[in-house]
């Protein structure tokens, strides 16, 4: 099951926070998976689109603010993850897909976006504070 580690960490205390809820979200849902309450577990899969639809719009005003230059192709991948995310949300919902696949691709979404496409903005923040 993914967790948070320090590994995961972009540098931006307010990102990192973000990230760590985004982990935990899917951490708990994973949990749920199994569980004998499945209006729970779709509660949390409705939470879990719209965090990430609000962290997304968090991290792209940051990236706005920062100048970054890489804001519009960050964008398009926050994009194609959401048309992903909820197409397989609205198959959830209609059981034509296990909660599970949604767990397991966002997981391995997160991770590695974490990892390449966010990090990328703390390594554009930390050079301009050094400037
Ligand atoms: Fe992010
Ligand atoms: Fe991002």
């Given at each position: 099951m993914l967790e948070w580690n320090q590994a995961l960490?972009?540098?931006?205390?307010?990102?990192d926070l973000?990230?760590?809820?985004?982990?935990?979200l899917i951490g708990r849902l994973s949990v749920e998976l199994e569980g004998e309450d499945p209006a729970y577990r779709?509660?949390?899969?409705?939470?879990?689109?719209?965090?990430a639809q609000l962290h997304f719009v968090c991290e792209e005003n940051l990236?706005?603010?920062?100048?970054?230059p890489g804001l519009e192709n960050h964008r398009k991948s926050h994009r194609?993850?959401?048309?992903k995310l909820n197409g397989q949300i609205g198959l959830y919902l209609v059981d034509l897909l296990d909660a599970g696949e949604i767990t397991d691709s966002l997981a391995s979404w997160l991770?590695?976006?974490?990892?390449?496409?966010?990090?990328?903005i703390g390594v554009f923040v930390n050079q301009v504070e050094l400037q």
């Amino acid at each position: 099951m993914l967790e948070w580690n320090q590994a995961l960490s972009v540098g931006i205390e307010g990102i990192d926070l973000q990230h760590r809820y985004f982990v935990d979200l899917i951490g708990r849902l994973s949990v749920e998976l199994e569980g004998e309450d499945p209006a729970y577990r779709t509660r949390l899969i409705n939470e879990l689109g719209s965090y990430a639809q609000l962290h997304f719009v968090c991290e792209e005003n940051l990236m706005y603010k920062l100048g970054f230059p890489g804001l519009e192709n960050h964008r398009k991948s926050h994009r194609a993850l959401l048309e992903k995310l909820n197409g397989q949300i609205g198959l959830y919902l209609v059981d034509l897909l296990d909660a599970g696949e949604i767990t397991d691709s966002l997981a391995s979404w997160l991770v590695h976006h974490i990892s390449t496409e966010d990090r990328e903005i703390g390594v554009f923040v930390n050079q301009v504070e050094l400037q």
